[in-house]
């Protein structure tokens, strides 16, 4: 940058739904195709379109992936719905350097952030307009919509966390959140293949 320069700034947000505007934003789309092996209910899994979008994510990386001390910028929009009884979902991750912790706070709908340590403790915390979160290091994250409406959410994580999509691919999280009496409720699942 040149020294004394004033410049515009490259990214901006849209206040109503944070959506991020400007060049550079990734945009990642994941489909029902794409979530093979993520819900619980393999019945109904495969009785559902393909095509359908279960969530987006718009991400932002400023500085080149791996960049100790940098930070990345994002937000996940979440369909309402539900693969039989257990609510659209992401996928879920540890960060792959572990000890890299994350916030997220909720901008729209309802939904919940589901936790695991690494003693395979498993809870959940609410996500509603305006409730902010930390998601500590060493500990799993995944984001479910509990609402009838589009949940979305903004999250600020380091650049050189990275994600580690396998263990959980693999091993699963200990409880799934799933509706019952038309309310969510985390049931432990016995899933871990090791
Ligand atoms: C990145 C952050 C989010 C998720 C996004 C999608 O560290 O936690 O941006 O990437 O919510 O979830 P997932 O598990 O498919 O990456
Ligand atoms: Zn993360």
């Not at 001390?69 to 979902?89: A, H, R, S």
């Not at 695991?116 to 996500?127: A, F, I, L, S, T």
Request: aromatic letters at 12%; a negative charge; hydrophobic letters at 35%.
């Amino acid at each position: 940058m040149k020294n004394l320069a004033i410049i515009k700034p490259a990214i901006t947000l849209q206040l109503s739904n944070f959506h991020m505007k400007g060049e550079c934003i990734i945009e990642q789309i994941r489909k029902i195709k794409d979530l093979a092996g993520v819900f619980f209910d393999n019945d109904a899994y495969g009785e559902m379109d393909n095509e359908q979008i279960i969530y987006s994510v718009q991400s932002w990386f400023p500085v080149e992936e791996g960049t100790e001390g940098g930070l990345f910028w994002g937000n996940t929009t979440i369909m309402p719905g539900k693969v039989g009884d257990e609510y659209f979902m992401t996928k879920g991750h540890f960060h792959s350097k572990r000890e890299s912790a994350e916030i997220y706070f909720c901008i729209e709908g309802n939904g919940m952030l589901i936790l695991m340590d690494q003693n395979r403790k498993c809870w959940g915390e609410e996500m509603y307009p305006g409730s902010l979160h930390y998601i500590p290091g060493n500990v799993a994250h995944r984001t479910a919509n509990i609402g009838n409406s589009p949940l979305t959410f903004g999250a600020c994580w380091p650049a050189d966390a990275g994600h580690n999509y396998e263990e959980i691919q693999q091993e699963g999280f200990s409880a799934r959140l799933f509706e019952k009496a038309g309310k969510p409720i985390l049931i432990e699942t016995k899933e871990r293949r090791k």
